[in-house]
């Protein structure tokens, strides 16, 4: 069996996840990451991943189970890799995602690099995802690894997961994939793991209070300008456009008798674009540098996601780039619309069957209003 490091996060999926890897026979190591680094009178139990009843719990679970544990502070690698480019990306009228971002550069990237460093043979986590073999559920690291959707597929994450290279799945363990949430929670009773009823966190772990105009007000600065209508109207006024996305409704703060939603972000110009629903329609989106979780650019018909728990619509990777995608730009083109794409959203692309994820990227640019594209670079 292989030696294998858990990040374990204080909740439930990750602690069962342990526990799996040790039923299986294998020599389990427990790690939590501290990131945030919230004060403690900022902390909000049940919000977010990072505050000090977090670490407890998983070191409370890593006592039950009889496995090593340690605590590593990562948190400036976080601040670098993480907050400080989140909030640069809305003072660039550019909405990120964190979690995304986490994951490609510290959660599970780089935790997996430390871990193949210190001689373990596998990262696992709790992610909700399931990894297949010729067809098989993955126990064991090695070659050929799959990644595909949760059996749960209400809690399925193999959205963030899409930034994984072959070479680092075949290096991955995720045993939670494999069960619904209700059947995680049963094993964790049964385990006598006091996570077992433990709350789903579903906050940016470094904003537990979910305030994230308040988060950017105290790190950017004010930065006055006008809301205009698709026809080019003043409507209102706004003191910084890192306060909106393309699809907000509400908070715009606008006496319009129309239903209004932001449509454009012009940092530069320090102007928000808003209009109908309609003129938020995107048919096609280009991704810069994806990552393709397959080794390859897919080719045929191909499922689009733009959102963590979005539908998925059909459509196909178009590569715009000499290398033919593989490390350059592609264009996704949707057979169906989707509304409110934001530049600097994930586009996740899986197969036909909406099962298998191949991979995805960062959108840098996107059909707009009146078919105009704009476009983010950098």
């Known amino acids: 069996m292989a030696r294998v490091l858990v990040a374990m996060s204080g909740g439930v ?17 427990g790690v939590h990451l501290k990131l945030a680094d919230l004060p403690l009178d900022e902390q909000v139990p049940g919000h977010g991943c990072c505050t000090l009843d977090d670490a407890q719990d998983a070191r409370r679970s890593a006592q039950v189970l009889g496995v090593p544990f340690y605590v590593w502070d990562l948190s400036a690698t976080f601040r670098r890799e993480v907050q400080e480019p989140f909030a640069a990306a809305y003072g660039a009228g550019v909405t990120p995602n964190p979690c995304v971002t986490c994951n490609e550069r510290v959660k599970y990237a780089a935790l997996l690099e430390r871990a193949l460093e210190l001689g373990f043979d596998a990262l696992a986590t709790g992610h909700h995802a399931r990894l297949r073999r010729d067809g098989v559920a993955v126990t064991t690291p090695g070659p050929r690894t799959e990644l595909h959707r949760a059996a749960d597929r209400r809690k399925d994450q193999s959205y963030v997961l899409y930034v994984a290279t072959p070479a680092q799945l075949d290096r991955t363990l995720l045993p939670v994939g494999e069960l619904p949430k209700t059947v995680i929670r049963e094993r964790a009773a049964g385990l006598g793991l006091r996570v077992a009823a433990k709350p789903d966190s579903y906050d940016v772990c470094f904003i537990p209070d979910g305030d994230t105009a308040g988060y950017l007000a105290d790190r950017l600065p004010a930065a006055p ?29 606008l ?63 178009v590569p715009l780039t000499r290398d033919g995608g593989q490390a350059g730009t592609v264009r996704l083109e949707l057979e169906e619309p989707v509304h409110g794409l934001a530049l600097g959203q994930a586009a996740v692309v899986y197969d036909a069957a909406d099962e298998r994820c191949l991979g995805g990227g960062r959108v840098t640019a996107a059909e707009r209003p009146a078919g105009l594209p704009i476009a983010v670079t950098g």
């Open 255 to 317: 006496d319009h008798h129309e239903r209004r939603f932001v449509v454009d972000v012009d940092a530069e110009a320090a102007t928000v674009r808003v209009g109908p629903r309609q003129a938020l329609a995107c048919t096609w989106a280009e991704v810069a540098a994806p990552t393709w979780t397959i080794g390859a650019v897919p080719v045929g018909p191909v499922r689009v996601q733009v959102r963590a728990h979005g539908r998925s619509v059909p459509g196909q990777v």
């Open 225 to 253: 300008g006008p809301i205009v209508d698709a026809d080019g109207r003043r409507l209102g006024s706004h003191d910084g456009v890192w306060r909106f996305t393309v699809g907000q409704r509400r908070g715009l703060g």
């Open 13 to 29: 999926d990750s602690a069962v996840a342990a526990a799996l890897l040790v039923e299986q026979g294998h020599e389990v190591t």
